[in-house]
């Protein structure tokens, strides 16, 4: 009898498909991907495949943005209910009157937020490419960012320019307490600690590095350092530890989990190629305009 792994590789075939997964999913679900990256990595790949159909396995608006990039692709997330809350704390009505209170100012949206906000939007954004993106602004020109209050702080701090802020916030990594990693500095005195981003101010000082998933791989793999303490999401431990034998990576928290992300497993990537379900699409309208905010950040990335 065949494993699971063995049909979804077989359908997958036959399917003419593709999976690519998140740094940020189950360690199985990382294991029989084609593909596994950050947001803006995962964006860019989606664009780039030529299969017809992608099994993307993350949460709804990163099948969303492959949605807008590739309309005629058929884009498949393994869970129909894989969200993302921060992206659902602001709503185009909200952001409409935003923007009236501020006529002129330029709109930069982080990527983990819905398709009707990107539409509203001039430029995307995700964590590795924030600073460049805020950067290339004119100085004379007022910047609402949207969702994530965090990013946008830590970008504000960084460039010394001053933006209207929304105040979102992923729960997951605002679960991580600045104890959890004093803990973790004082039993590995030698590890550097890489933070995401995405995280609360408190734990920002406490970090060396402050990276995307896909940096933290990349730095992870670069350094000539031998232990690393982790502040995100725990599904990257499994890349990193498969990337580097020979080093060391301690999480500083088991609640630093998405749920979210969580709800793909190898099962749903089966079923997900066997009903070619649940297909992710964008009304026209908004995808024409939200292509443009994205285009727009992968053109300046
Ligand atoms: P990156 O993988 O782009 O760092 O994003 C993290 C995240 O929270 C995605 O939901
Ligand atoms: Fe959203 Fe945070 Fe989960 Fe990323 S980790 S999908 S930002 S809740």
Not at 150 to 159: I, M, P, R
Not at 222 to 245: D, Q
Not at 247 to 271: Q, T
């Amino acid at each position: 009898m065949k494993s699971i792994e063995e049909k979804i590789q077989d359908l997958k075939r036959e399917r003419g498909a593709i999976i690519i997964a998140h740094n940020y999913q189950p360690d199985e679900v990382q294991a029989i991907a084609d593909f596994t990256g950050d947001s803006l990595e995962l964006s860019r790949k989606g664009a780039e495949l030529p299969h017809q159909v992608i099994v993307f396995c993350g949460v709804h608006f990163m099948a969303e943005t492959a949605a807008i990039l590739s309309p005629e692709k058929t884009i498949l997330l393994p869970d129909q209910f894989a969200g993302c809350p921060m992206a659902d704390m602001i709503t185009a009505d909200q952001l409409r009157a935003k923007k009236a209170e501020h006529p002129g100012a330029v709109v930069i949206t982080y990527v983990n937020s819905s398709a009707a906000i990107k539409a509203e939007s001039d430029l995307c954004c995700t964590s590795s490419n924030a600073m460049k993106i805020v950067a290339s602004v004119p100085a004379d020109k007022e910047i609402i960012f949207v969702p994530d209050t965090h990013l946008g702080h830590y970008v504000q701090e960084q460039l010394g320019r001053k933006m209207i802020i929304w105040d979102g916030y992923c729960p997951t990594h605002s679960r991580i307490r600045d104890v959890d990693i004093l803990r973790e500095k004082e039993d590995h005195p030698n590890a550097i600690v890489m933070a995401h981003p995405e995280c609360p101010l408190n734990i920002r000082e406490l970090a060396d590095e402050l990276l995307s998933t896909g940096q933290m791989c990349k730095v992870a793999k670069e350094s000539p350092h031998k232990e690393f303490i982790v502040a995100t999401e725990m599904g990257l431990l499994y890349r990193l530890r498969n990337e580097n034998p020979d080093k060391k990576f301690y999480s500083v928290s088991d609640r630093a989990v998405c749920p979210n992300m969580k709800k793909i497993d190898l099962e749903k990537v089966l079923w997900s190629l066997e009903d070619m379900q649940y297909r992710v699409t964008v009304p026209e309208e908004i995808a024409n305009k939200a292509r443009r905010s994205i285009e727009a950040m992968l053109e300046l990335s």
